[in-house]
T-cell receptor, first 113, second 113 residues
């Protein structure tokens, strides 16, 4: 088993470049979440999928961010034209359903130079 | 506007004593509350949860108390162990927050031997 898996663990990029992160949830979980965490803050909700449908988006998710979950399995989070303010830990989580605990991956640490 | 507040950034406790971590929330529609623990460079790990229909939930050394009228919850760890040293996040969901968990900023617990 397999918990939630995220790839890569670390990403360093130059400002203006595009980056893509991948998340593989626990296989029987139909809900998948993306969060962002910066130093001294708790995880901030970005978006959520139930199966392949993206059901909620935070206002933090600017138009440079896009997330997909084709076929309701793995998910990708893409950031276009990265800015230094995008530097953060990007966390993926999955759950069985509403009011079920979220299982988090180890995160992708993004540094934008 | 922070809907989930952890007003103590840090707490130091001696091994064997009780650790009490506090959390306040503002959204009366929240109906599910959780505590997560996080070590550096790892994703948050679920500890314990409580539904709004209860006022206490216990799991081994961990007990969560919910006071709905005060919009306050607390996590008690008894006895505290050095391995409990980590950042603890309070989270809540429900109401307009929908299915997304809203996290506090965290409290860093240090347990000394």
């Amino acid at each position: 088993d397999t918990g939630v898996s995220q790839d890569p663990r670390h990403k360093i990029t130059k400002r203006g470049q595009n980056v893509t992160f991948r998340c593989d949830p626990i296989s029987e979980h139909n809900r998948l979440y993306w969060y962002r965490q910066t130093l001294g803050q708790g995880p901030e909700f970005l978006t959520y999928f139930q199966n392949e449908a993206q059901l909620e988006k935070s206002r933090l998710l600017s138009d440079r961010f896009s997330a997909e979950r084709p076929k309701g399995s793995f998910s990708t989070l893409e950031i276009q034209r990265t800015e230094q303010g995008d530097s953060a830990m990007y966390l993926c989580a999955s759950s069985l359903g509403r009011n079920e605990k979220l299982f988090f991956g180890s995160g992708t640490q993004l540094s934008v130079l | 506007d922070q809907q989930v507040k952890q007003n103590s950034p840090s707490l130091s406790v001696q091994e064997g004593r009780i650790s009490i971590l506090n959390c306040d929330y503002t959204n009366s529609m929240f109906d599910y509350f959780l505590w997560y623990k996080k070590y550096p460079a790892e994703g948050p790990t679920f500890l314990i949860s409580i539904s709004s229909i209860k006022d206490k939930n216990e799991d081994g050394r961990f007990t969560v108390f919910l006071n709905k009228s005060a919009k306050h919850l607390s996590l008690h760890i008894v006895p505290s162990q050095p391995g409990d040293s980590a950042v603890y996040f309070c989270a809540a969901s429900g109401g307009q927050a929908g299915t997304a968990l809203i996290f506090g900023k965290g409290t860093t617990l240090s347990v000394s031997s």
